[in-house]
């Protein structure tokens, strides 16, 4: 069974950073790709990037370039979200999500596995 688990949020002041990691386990990862959602309340779930897992191919949303970074270590099956200059509209619920696909998927549906969100508050 597919498990994804998300930590690393928390409260951070503006201008800040955090380091989400997504721990997944359950099987061999090498055909999937890796992807990073956001919820804040009372919005739609909204992509930040993804990655595939054997090549490291990257693609981020036009919004989240520059301030966002995904990356992957595969030694310890875990893909990480490094964010930069946080701002109160970055409080959100992030959650990692996963689906077996050679290309990169940037619509939530399409993603067949999801974590619990870990929740990341930045103060003004």
């Known amino acids: 069974q597919v498990q994804l688990v998300e930590s690393g949020g928390g409260l951070v002041q503006a201008g800040g950073s955090l380091r989400l990691s997504c721990a997944a386990s359950g099987r061999t990862f090498s055909s999937y790709v890796m992807g990073w959602f956001r919820q804040a309340p009372g919005k739609e779930r909204e992509f930040i990037g993804a990655?595939?897992?054997?090549?490291?191919?990257?693609y981020y949303a036009d919004s989240m370039k520059g301030r966002f970074t995904i990356s992957r270590d595969k030694a310890k099956n875990t893909v990480y979200l490094q964010m930069n200059s946080l701002q109160p509209e970055d409080t959100a619920a992030y959650y990692c999500?996963?689906?077996?696909?050679?290309?990169?998927?940037?619509?939530?549906?399409?993603?067949?596995?999801w974590g619990q969100g870990t929740q990341v508050t930045v103060s003004s």
């Open positions: 990655i595939t897992w054997s090549g490291g191919i990257k």
């Open positions: 999500a996963a689906v077996q696909s050679i290309y990169i998927r940037r619509n939530g549906y399409e993603y067949q596995y």
